[in-house]
């Protein structure tokens, strides 16, 4: 434990995963530090142990925690969720749930329904929404479920029908069940956004348990500071919103890593390697952003709506251990020859350097998923189809870009400071109107808390 003195503002990373703690000042130096027992030592301990060590909890305005990735099995049998989805007669042909492994649905499928609703590609209304059937459907909810989760077709372009059903709802079974909206995910599928959706409301429970333990001892160590939970891409979510949405924070420990190490090495962009007793896993961070490896993440069986970073592991059971990494490394670095390459954990000495690559290996290596959650920033992302109609094609671009920016803001991120990712753009030449895939993502450092005044 080390806790130098520091009178600038500080901000804390927690990786619960490791058992690791930072304290950062704001032109990033590592400041006190804690190192805790994994999986024994809660975020709570681990945050009061790199306050007690020295600093000054009036110092920090941040905290930023990389929490256990939750699963199914850890509320199997204990939450049961009702699912309504809006889209009758369109989106009939393929029930709720339908494409679920058995042992999850009989986990987790309170009632099902399908009910009249549902809008357009363009955001016209398809069918009107049956008010009456969404508040039978909660009646017979009532007492039977722990959470609900409500989902309709293009929700992403209008999400009335599927806000106003979840207010009827939220009506019917009061504030202590949660509803969930498959429009709160940015996925093109129904059935993507449908699962994440019931999946996120199954943990929506025991992700409100854990959070409000860890906001206690925020309150506790540092009450000035704000809470974050970082994702699985290595940006963050705010406290508010995280028991909402814990699917999202699965994968935190990667994301935090390879983030963290960059910035350990001083790098804007780089090939992270961490290697430990039982694999290594292979990232890359480019200008704060891991590249999208361009496939949904399954849960438990379960295709969600989430992204997966392009990550590739290799066990240290495989043959040719070393020669399979450095093949991975070369893929990472494709087109990237200059690439430097950071490799970090507790096994980094078995790596070799790699030949004719420029390597770095951060004497707190250790601390990177840590650090790299205490300097994470705020992301929101843009991945649907657009109409264009008499806007045309810059019409549609510069809402994107504008959606995009906004659900950053949303996130934390200051506006004065954002970055932006050239727009993908797909036609789509297969429906009968102009149309258009287009992503986008705009990024940024967190908006500063209001200045205070430290006591010398």
Same mark, same amino acid.
């Not at 099995?73 to 989805?85: D, K, L, T």
């Not at 070369?330 to 200059?338: E, L, P, S």
């Given at each position: 434990m080390t806790a130098p003195p520091s009178a600038t503002r500080l901000r804390v990373g927690v990786d619960v995963v490791r058992a690791r703690a930072v304290a950062l000042d704001r032109q990033g130096r590592i400041v006190a530090t804690y190192r805790g027992r994994p999986r024994r030592d809660p975020a709570a301990r681990l945050l009061g142990a790199v306050v007690a060590g020295g600093t000054d909890p009036a110092a920090i305005d941040r905290v930023v925690v990389i929490m256990p990735d939750l699963t199914p099995? #850890? &509320?199997?049998? %204990? &939450?049961?969720?009702?699912?309504?989805?809006i889209g009758a007669p369109a989106a009939t042909a393929l029930p709720p749930l339908a494409g679920w492994p058995a042992t999850q649905r009989r986990a987790f499928a309170g009632p099902v329904t399908m009910v009249r609703g549902g809008h357009e590609y363009d955001g016209r209304i398809s069918a009107p929404l049956d008010l009456l059937? &969404?508040? !039978?459907?909660?009646?017979?909810?009532? !007492?039977?479920? %722990?959470?609900?989760?409500?989902a309709g077709i293009h929700a992403l372009e209008n999400p009335e029908h #599927?806000?106003?059903?979840? @207010? $009827?709802?939220? @009506?019917e079974l009061g504030a202590d069940v949660p509803v969930l909206r498959g429009a709160e995910t940015e996925a093109l599928g129904l059935l993507e956004r449908e699962h994440t959706a019931v999946l996120d409301a199954a943990f929506a429970g025991v992700a409100r348990a854990r959070l409000d333990e860890l906001g206690a001892a925020v309150r506790a160590y540092c009450p000035d500071a704000e809470l974050h939970v970082l994702r699985g891409d290595g940006t963050v979510l705010p406290a508010l919103d995280a028991p909402r949405h814990a699917t999202a924070w699965i994968g935190a420990g990667h994301g935090g890593l390879i983030h963290g190490a960059a910035r350990l090495a001083g790098l804007p962009s780089a090939a992270v390697v961490e290697v430990t007793? @039982?694999?290594? &896993? $292979?990232?890359?961070?480019?200008? !704060? +952003? +891991?590249?999208d490896s361009g496939l949904p993440r399954h849960i438990a069986g379960i295709r969600t709506g989430l992204r997966t970073p392009r990550l590739t592991m290799v066990s240290r059971r495989a043959e040719e251990f070393t020669a399979r990494l450095l093949a991975a490394l070369?893929?990472?670095?494709?087109? $990237? @020859? !200059?690439m430097p390459v950071v490799i970090v954990g507790d096994r980094a000495d078995d790596l070799p350097d790699p030949p004719g690559i420029p390597v770095l290996r951060p004497r707190e290596g250790d601390l990177a998923a840590a650090v790299g959650a205490a300097t994470a920033e705020a992301m929101g992302s843009v991945d649907r189809i657009f109409w264009q109609g008499t806007g045309g094609r810059k019409d549609s671009v510069d809402r994107a870009r504008r959606l995009a920016s906004d659900a950053a803001v949303r996130a934390g991120a200051d506006p004065r400071t954002l970055r932006e990712t050239p727009v993908q753009e797909a036609l789509m030449t297969y429906v009968p109107v102009p149309a258009a895939r287009l992503r986008v993502t705009a990024v940024g450092p967190l908006l500063e808390p209001a200045e205070a005044t430290v006591a010398p």
């Open positions: 099995a #850890e &509320v199997a049998g %204990g &939450v049961r969720v009702g699912v309504v989805r059937a &969404v508040a !039978g459907f909660a009646r017979r909810c009532a !007492g039977d479920v %722990g959470a609900v989760a409500v #599927e806000q106003r059903a979840a @207010d $009827v709802i939220a @009506d007793a @039982d694999r290594a &896993v $292979v990232g890359t961070t480019h200008a !704060g +952003l +891991l590249p070369t893929r990472a670095r494709y087109g $990237v @020859d !200059g």
